[in-house]
């Protein structure tokens, strides 16, 4: 595709569901990263795949949070037993992967409320 | 600890007014910085980066920072800001796997 698309674009749960929320890179891309922004707060980094290479899943925040990619194309991060403060808009990102910082492109983001 | 700090929390400029937003880092080695924006509605997208070389950065719509390593600074600046510049404004580092450290951003609000 043309860009980052994640589903839903907004997904309202009660608390103690679990939700699952998808990401499809662009194309090509063999980097692909999960990242929170809160009301209120700054982006946080959560989780990293690069190609076959373990996660980096070192900003997961909870054992709650995993989050799965198949090969190089589709992720999906799902949060357990959902709690009121995992409310936040949940961005994916790729790039072209490797060292140096190679430009990260973003999705819409998918705006979870937990009530 | 590494990290970028973004000490402007909310600016409020009128149009043809310049811009600076500050952005300071604080970590040494490699300094890759990116400065990332993201318009209302809109995704959050790549204003420019530094990787190394001239460190007087130009970006799209007329932005520019410049890496100034003795000041651990990497300051956005645009001469004359226009309406459609109202956005929030992020600047990043990447770390150790590229995952990228976000400051916590700058609201600019700008009046016709």
């Known amino acids: 595709g043309a860009g980052v698309s994640q589903s839903p674009s907004n997904k309202v749960t009660e608390k103690g569901k679990d939700v699952e929320l998808r990401c499809d890179p662009i194309?090509?891309?063999?980097?692909l990263y999960w990242y929170r922004q809160r009301l209120g707060q700054g982006l946080e980094f959560l989780i990293y795949f690069q190609g076959n290479s373990a996660p980096d899943k070192s900003g997961l925040p909870s054992d709650r949070f995993s989050a799965e990619r198949t090969g190089e194309s589709v992720s999906t991060l799902t949060i357990q037993r959902t709690q009121q403060e995992d409310s936040a808009v949940y961005l994916c990102a790729s790039s072209l992967g490797g060292t140096g910082g190679n430009t990260q492109y973003f999705g819409p983001g998918t705006r979870l409320t937990v009530l | 600890a590494q990290s970028v700090s973004q000490h402007n929390h909310h600016v409020i400029l009128s149009e043809a007014a310049s811009l600076e937003l500050g952005c300071n880092y604080s970590?040494?080695?490699?300094?890759?910085l990116f400065w990332y924006v993201q318009y209302p509605g809109q995704h959050l997208q790549l204003l420019l980066k530094?990787?190394?070389?001239?460190?007087l950065v130009k970006g799209i719509k007329g932005f520019e920072a410049e890496f100034i390593k003795s000041k651990f600074s990497f300051n956005l600046r645009k001469p004359s800001v226009q309406w459609s510049d109202t956005a929030e404004y992020f600047c990043?580092?990447?770390?150790?796997?590229?995952?990228?450290?976000f400051g916590t951003g700058t609201r600019l609000q700008v009046f016709p």
């Open positions: 530094y990787f190394s070389g001239d460190p």
């Open positions: 970590y040494g080695g490699t300094v890759n």
């Open positions: 194309s090509g891309h063999t980097a």
């Open positions: 990043a580092y990447p770390q150790n796997t590229d995952k990228l450290i």
